[in-house]
Nanobody, 123 residues
Framework: QVQLKESGGGLVQDGGSLRLSCEAS????????MAWFRQTPGKEREFVAS????????DYADSVKGRFAISRVNAGNTMYLHMNSLKPEDTARYYC????????????????WGQGTQVTVTS
C-alpha cells in the first residue's frame, strides 16, 4: 500500500514563500509520477503541479506558473513544492498524489493520496 505524508504547510504573508514536502513509501519511487493538488472548502480538488518519475517534464496549472516549482529526490523518496510569491488565493489544503508511470491533471486518475497540509496566505 502506498503511503504519502505531506508537511511544510503553515501561515505566511502575501508575497511570502513556503516549501511543501511529500514523503512516499512507494517502491521503486521512480516508477511513480507525482503531483500536487489543492482544495478549498466546497470546491473540487484542483491540479497544481506534476512531475514524472525521472523528474522530467514538470507541468503546472496556469495559476501557479512562474511562482511554484515541483521537484523530487528519488533517492530520498521525497517530492517538493517550492512556492514563491504566494497570494491569498493560494490558500488551500495541499495534497500530494502518486500514480504509476504517467502523471495526470485529473484528480480521479490518482489512487494514492496523502492527508494534506494546510497553507494559509494572509493579505
Amino acid at each position: 500500500q502506498v503511503q504519502l505524508k505531506e508537511s511544510g504547510g503553515g501561515l505566511v504573508q502575501d508575497g511570502g514563500s513556503l516549501r511543501l514536502s511529500c514523503e512516499a513509501s512507494v517502491r521503486p519511487f521512480n516508477n511513480y509520477a507525482m503531483a500536487w493538488f489543492r482544495q478549498t472548502p466546497g470546491k473540487e480538488r484542483e491540479f497544481v503541479a506534476s512531475v514524472r518519475g525521472n523528474g522530467a517534464t514538470p507541468d503546472y496549472a496556469d495559476s501557479v506558473k512562474g511562482r511554484f516549482a515541483i521537484s523530487r529526490v528519488n533517492a530520498g523518496n521525497t517530492m517538493y513544492l517550492h512556492m514563491n510569491s504566494l497570494k491569498p488565493e493560494d490558500t488551500a489544503r495541499y495534497y500530494c498524489a502518486a500514480r504509476f508511470l504517467s502523471p495526470s491533471k485529473v484528480a480521479s486518475a490518482y489512487l494514492n493520496w496523502g492527508q494534506g497540509t494546510q497553507v494559509t496566505v494572509t493579505s
